[in-house]
């Protein structure tokens, strides 16, 4: 007879990564078994004599609530070659990413119903973490993007205002406006000026094959354009508007200024936090090629400066993989981007031990904020009732980043050969471990469900 008291899994003994829902910028660390029953939290505390199915020990281990990606390009359908489903979410979960919102720049791009239910349909068969999917803004959808940004299983609407991989774009502020007409939730939008990259397009093409022209072509000025003309639309709308991967300094004295509540909220990238040029096109070559550019190291400083002063709610990897084939042809001809989903978590425990970021900063800008600012249910807290998706992390491990570790199928990252410390152990997708000590399990997963 099954036994009513009975949990499904016990943590024990784990450092737990807590705050209240009602305060979640009041941080706790505290040591405690935590309990898990039908894919939920259900109890903290002292659970050592309870009856369980199952215990795992957590001494060493600390426990933070499941970490969510909000930025990856998975590629399908139509870019299977690069990027799949399954293979991208494989690569979250063996990094300790509990969920993605993912890109609708894929082949169809995601501008319809049909389009939303597709990728939907694939990622309950084959994704291994939770998922929800943004629908792309352009110019034959603009009139119906307020019944489709309510679909289930949308996060929301994402908008190009420079072009990068693929044909999404909306290049002028008529249509920008139309979009911020047309929506209620907040948009994620990339900020780089179309009319200033078409002008300065040259720069590229003469680049004679330097990919470090890339970062010429698109320009500080290139992104605080386009990131000063989003604002002064949807603020006086008060429209609320994430801004993605910010990469200069200039942007973030800006929106330090602009930034009131939660109107505007801005996203950076481990990417643009840990590398810098010129360094890393000389030893990346087009593998650092990405849009915006990795700048140099006044920039990189100033996205720390930022970061550590709340002007940043939330990091996400951008998740953009190539093939090495498609990589190593000649600049400009290769495609911006780089894979990031599986190495975010190491990377950031890594700037943790270097004194740049505290443990609970990662939880708040990938947990906790996520959850609020996106509306995810259930999600971003260690609390009875919340859903048992946990990131699990031995924050002493030292283990070296490799090529052969990304599950991607991309299999390749910029970080090879870089030592850290800090490393995911375990990911729990509600109650089921989707990784364990580096293995993975397809387990069910479903859509994020949103507060309306
Ligand atoms: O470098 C980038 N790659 N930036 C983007 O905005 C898109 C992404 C991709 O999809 O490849």
Not at 116 to 133: G, M, P, Q, V, W
Not at 156 to 166: E, H, I, N, P, R
Not at 197 to 205: N, T
Not at 248 to 259: G, R
Request: neutral net charge.
């Amino acid at each position: 007879m099954a036994n009513e008291n009975e949990f499904d899994l016990i943590i024990q003994n784990a450092d737990l990564v807590l705050s209240n829902p009602d305060n979640p910028s009041n941080f706790k660390i505290e040591k405690m078994d935590l309990g898990i029953k039908n894919g939920q939290i259900s109890s903290l505390g002292t659970l050592s004599n309870l009856p369980t199915k199952e215990k795992f020990q957590g001494k060493g281990l600390t426990i933070l609530p499941g970490l969510i990606d909000t930025q990856v390009h998975f590629r399908e359908p139509g870019l299977e070659h690069k990027e799949t489903i399954e293979m991208g979410s494989r690569s979250a979960v063996a990094g300790g990413i509990t969920g993605f919102f993912e890109m609708p720049n894929t082949n169809p791009a995601t501008l319809t119903k049909q389009d939303l239910e597709r990728k939907i349909h694939i990622a309950e068969n084959t994704s291994y973490c939770d998922f929800a999917f943004y629908m792309g803004a352009a110019q034959k959808n603009v009139q119906n993007l307020a019944a489709l940004e309510k679909l289930p299983g949308c996060c929301g609407v994402k908008v190009f205002m420079g072009s990068s991989t693929g044909s999404l774009l909306v290049d002028n502020d008529d249509l920008l406006r139309q979009v911020l007409e047309n929506t209620h939730r907040r948009i994620a939008v990339h900020c780089e000026d179309e009319p200033r990259l078409k002008e300065r397009k040259y720069i590229a093409q003469n680049s004679n094959g330097d990919v470090s022209k890339h970062e010429e072509w698109r320009d500080e000025e290139t992104a605080l354009l386009a990131t000063q003309r989003l604002v002064r639309l949807a603020k006086p709308m008060n429209h609320p508007i994430h801004i993605l991967h910010i990469s200069t300094q200039q942007e973030m004295e800006f929106l330090k200024t602009e930034k009131t509540g939660d109107l505007i909220t801005v996203e950076v990238l481990p990417q643009h936090l840990s590398l810098e040029s010129p360094d890393c096109y000389v030893n990346l070559g087009t593998k650092a090629q990405m849009n915006p550019p990795i700048r140099n190291t006044k920039h990189r400083q100033a996205l720390w400066k930022a970061l550590q002063a709340k002007v940043v709610d939330v990091i996400g990897s951008d998740h953009a993989p190539h093939t090495l084939e498609e990589k190593s042809k000649t600049y400009p001809e290769t495609p911006s981007g780089m894979p990031g989903v599986q190495t975010t978590l190491p990377v950031l425990l890594n700037h943790m031990h270097r004194g740049h970021i505290g443990l609970t900063d990662i939880v708040r800008l990938m947990a906790v904020n996520p959850s609020r600012i996106f509306g995810i249910r259930g999600r971003g807290f260690i609390a009875p009732k919340y859903e048992a998706s946990l990131t699990i992390v031995d924050l002493n491990k030292e283990m070296t980043i490799e090529n052969q570790w990304i599950e991607s199928k991309s299999h390749w990252t910029p970080f090879h050969g870089q030592k850290v410390k800090g490393w995911p152990i375990a990911t729990l997708v509600r109650g089921q471990f989707a990784m364990r000590d580096g293995v993975l399990s397809k387990v069910p997963t479903q859509a994020f469900e949103f507060q309306k």
